[in-house]
């Protein structure tokens, strides 16, 4: 098994069957799940106890990684302005520490992250886990929908062209333009913690008078 190749796949809004029918186009025998809520209240298959189950049943194994891969950080140090911040996240311990244990996954699986979003631009899958495997030298491939693949590069050459980040300084390194065109991504599409709702003027006045 290539150690070096992982891929990715989010399984949206798909029937069981259909998600299992694009894994095995792929021929995927692993899953490493990055989701940090492993649950899905209007898509009950993909419940962590039930989507294990559903795979193993299929030859599919199948891991929990939210803990150390997941979009959504427990702790405030890992927040910018009520935002992950997912270059502080790679920087954690636990993060290095998930990424060592799907790369030895790979090792004895085709493996595939798996998350929840359709586009794996909208998801961290790709811009925090996919950008740390592919600086450490492993292909990256994202399983579409439609089962075709789409490698980490073909994703970061849409980055820069999204961002216009290659028109914006023609001298600047290409990694830099790169790094700024993930860090505004993921500042648009990553998760982000809801701010209270102020009560209006009525209830406040309420308040005070009460």
Excluded at 58 to 74: A, T
Excluded at 94 to 113: N, P, T, W
Excluded at 172 to 187: G, I, K, T
């Amino acid at each position: 098994m290539n150690s070096s190749m992982i891929f990715t796949v989010g399984h949206s809004t798909h029937s069981l069957e259909y998600f299992i029918g694009v894994l095995k186009s792929a021929n995927i025998s692993a899953i490493a799940d990055v989701r940090s809520v492993p649950w899905s209240k209007h898509f009950p298959q993909f419940n962590r106890s039930e989507l294990k189950s559903s795979l193993n049943d299929v030859g599919i194994e199948y891991r929990f990684f939210g803990n150390q891969l997941g979009g959504r950080p427990d702790k405030p140090s890992l927040m910018q302005n009520l935002v992950a911040n997912y270059d502080a996240m790679a920087k954690t311990k636990e993060f290095e520490q998930g990424v060592k244990l799907v790369i030895a996954g790979a090792k004895k699986h085709r493996l595939a992250l798996m998350c929840s979003e359709h586009d794996p631009l909208d998801c961290h899958r790709c811009l925090l886990v996919g950008k740390a495997l592919s600086r450490l030298g492993v292909s990256v491939n994202h399983i579409q929908a439609d089962g075709s693949i789409t490698s980490q590069q073909d994703i970061e050459e849409q980055l820069l062209l999204m961002s216009g980040k290659i028109s914006d300084d023609f001298f600047a390194p290409r990694e830099e333009l790169l790094d700024m065109a993930y860090r505004e991504r993921s500042m648009k599409v990553a998760y982000r913690e809801r701010v209270p709702d102020k009560p209006d003027e009525w209830e406040l006045s309420d308040v005070r008078h009460s």
